[in-house]
Every structure is written in C-alpha cells, then in structure tokens.
C-alpha cells in the first residue's frame, strides 16, 4: 500500500485512535504518526506500547506539519481541542474527527478551523466496549462502514484522498449529510445504548431486591444489554447531550411502539406479537446478510470456555 498523508497526528489515543494507528500500520498509510492524549498516563501507555512513532507531551507539538489531524476525543471536548490547535495546523491539511455526532461538532469546531485547512469530519460506526490506549487493534474497521460528512465546499480532492484512507483502514464508505447521519445513529446505535443502559438500571434496582438472581441467572438477552451498557460513560454522555433531538424523537416513537406492544400483551393478541416479531427477526436477517455480524450462536460465544 502506498502512502496517503504522509505525517498523521491523532488527538486523543483511546480505543478508536489506537484501532486507527494500528490500521494505518498495517497497509503503510503514512510514514509518521504522532499523538497527544490528555492525560500524562495514556500518553506513558502509548510510549509503552509503541502506538505512536512519536507521543508527544501538548497538542501543538503533535499536531505540527501534520496532513491529517484526526480528532479522537469524546465529542464535547472536540471544540476546545479545535481552539487551541486550529491557529497551529498545516496550510493545505486536512482536519477531520471520529465523533459519533456530526451536526454539532460541525457546529462546534468550525469556527476554528482556518481558511486554508480543509475539515471533513468524519465517523466510522466501528467499536467496542473497551476504551483507552491498550483497546485499539487493527481489524476494528475491516468491513464496518465510515461515513464522512463533508461540507458544499469541501474540495473533491481531499474528499477523495481521505475516502481513499478510510477504505485502506478496512472501511467501506458513505457520504452523507449531518443531519441524516445524526437521525440515523440515532436509530441505529444512541437510542439502543439509551434502553440498554435503562434496562441493566431497572436490573440493577431488581437485583437488590432478588438478591443478585439477576446477575448470577443472567441470560442471553441480558447479557447482551450489560456489554453495551458497559460502554465508555463520558463518550455516551456527549453523545447523547450533543444529539438531542434525533434521540428524542426516536425514544418517542420507541415508547409509542412499546405501549403497542403491552397492550397487545395484555390483551393477548398474539398475532400483532407474532407479526412484529416476524419483521424484526427479518431485519436481523439482513445485517447478518450485509456482513455487520454474526449468525453464530449467541453472537458467536465460545460457551464451553464461557460455563
Ligand atoms: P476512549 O478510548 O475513551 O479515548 C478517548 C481519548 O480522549 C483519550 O485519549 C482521552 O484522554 C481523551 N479525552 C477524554 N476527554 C478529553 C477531554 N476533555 N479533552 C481532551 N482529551 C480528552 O474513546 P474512544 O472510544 O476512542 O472514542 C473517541 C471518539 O470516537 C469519541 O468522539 C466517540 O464518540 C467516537 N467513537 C467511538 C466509538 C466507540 O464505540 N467507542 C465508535 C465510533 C466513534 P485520557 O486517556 O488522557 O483521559
């Protein structure tokens, strides 16, 4: 593989920097990558584990002569990480960011981003419960879609040679605007993590009355639930602060949808049940179809080591 941007500088190295480093690594994307983490102890973690060719200790440093910047910080600190580096980037850079959000680091960040640097945020629907520096490993993205979210005056040419990037990580890749992309996650991945964190919350204040049952009879669909729930509590607070609307207008049709469901429960129509049913377990059928997961048992579990 060749060489796209020749010096790539992550902010922020957690499980989707570290994944990207990793990447980069393993298809020669670029001949230096440099990264800064906030805190003193990811950046020794990073140096420890060689995630970076150079850790360095602020921002600005990191950052210098880059050609692609990606931001990889939850995605309220992305606008205050924009500030301080924005007057210190590169003439003909790109700047881009793996938040989950789009309009609102739109929003956010560009106010700081200089004429001359050309920002394409960015989002690879790609992760895992795990954060931090030690998380990341190369084959997150191979087969999960990024989808980049440029601008009416975004440049072919450095849309393009980013596509080209995120497609030499593994990715496939989709272009589409804010606004849908926000609508979209918000179905696809804020609103699921909202009801899962509800759920092990309702289990939580049910297992204090059952005496851990819940957690020691846990079945599969709880389970399931509990591993999203695990997920990183700063990001998934930014997200959904800085996904507002679309979350709620899913969670409202999401609340419509389950007092159909009681009613029908309670009224024992077990055709409208046995209906809905056949259609999710279609839409089940083409994710695994589309490659997104595995028709495994139980996700493809190991339950002789798990028993
Ligand atoms: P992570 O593993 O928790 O890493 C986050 C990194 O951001 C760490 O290096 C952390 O520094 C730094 N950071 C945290 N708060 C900060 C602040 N206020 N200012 C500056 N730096 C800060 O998170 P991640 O999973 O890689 O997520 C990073 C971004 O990717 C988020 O915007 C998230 O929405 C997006 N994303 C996540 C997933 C996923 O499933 N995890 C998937 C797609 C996109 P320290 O270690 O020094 O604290």
């Known amino acids: 593989m060749t ?49 970076c060719d150079v850790v360095c200790d602020n921002m600005v440093d990191a950052i ?18 924009a500030k301080e580096i924005g007057p210190h980037l590169k003439a003909g850079a790109t700047l881009s ?15 700081f981003v200089p004429d001359n640097v050309h920002f394409i945020p960015a989002h690879p629907l790609a992760g895992t419960e795990h954060s931090g520096p030690r998380s990341g490993f190369a084959e997150l993205f191979d087969n999960r879609w990024c989808i980049i979210v440029p601008s009416d005056q975004t ?39 909202l009801i899962a964190y509800t759920m092990v919350g309702v289990a939580d204040d049910l297992s204090r009355v059952t005496d851990k049952e819940v ?20 990001m998934w607070r930014d997200v959904f602060l800085n ?38 377990r279609a839409i089940r059928r083409g994710i695994i179809d589309a490659g997104q997961d595995t028709d495994a048992p139980n996700f493809g579990r190991n339950l002789t080591k798990e028993s």
């Open 155 to 193: 440049e072919d040419t450095a849309l393009n040679k980013l596509r080209v990037f995120w497609k030499a990580l593994g990715s496939n890749v989709e272009v589409m605007d804010a606004q849908h992309h926000d609508l979209v996650l918000a179905v696809t991945s804020h609103a699921p993590h």
């Open 97 to 111: 960011d793996v938040g989950s959000v789009k309009a609102s680091v739109i929003k956010n960040v560009s106010p």
């Open 64 to 81: 210098k002569d880059a050609d692609l910047v990606i931001l990889a910080v939850p995605v309220g600190a992305m606008a205050a990480v």
């Open 243 to 280: 996904n507002k609307e679309a979350t709620l207008e899913i969670l409202g049709r999401f609340t419509e949808e389950l007092f159909d469901l009681q009613r029908a429960i309670r009224h024992g129509d077990g055709d409208y049940l046995h209906d809905y049913f056949t259609r999710t």
């Open 3 to 51: 060489v796209i941007y020749k010096k790539v500088a992550l902010i922020g190295l957690g499980l989707i920097a570290g994944s990207i480093a990793h990447a980069i690594r393993r298809a020669g994307l670029s001949d230096t990558i440099s990264g800064y983490a906030r805190s003193a102890e990811t950046r020794d973690i990073a140096r420890e584990i060689n995630l």
């Open 215 to 234: 957690i020691n009879f846990s079945a599969a669909g709880f389970r399931d639930f509990t591993r999203i729930a695990a997920s990183d509590p700063t």
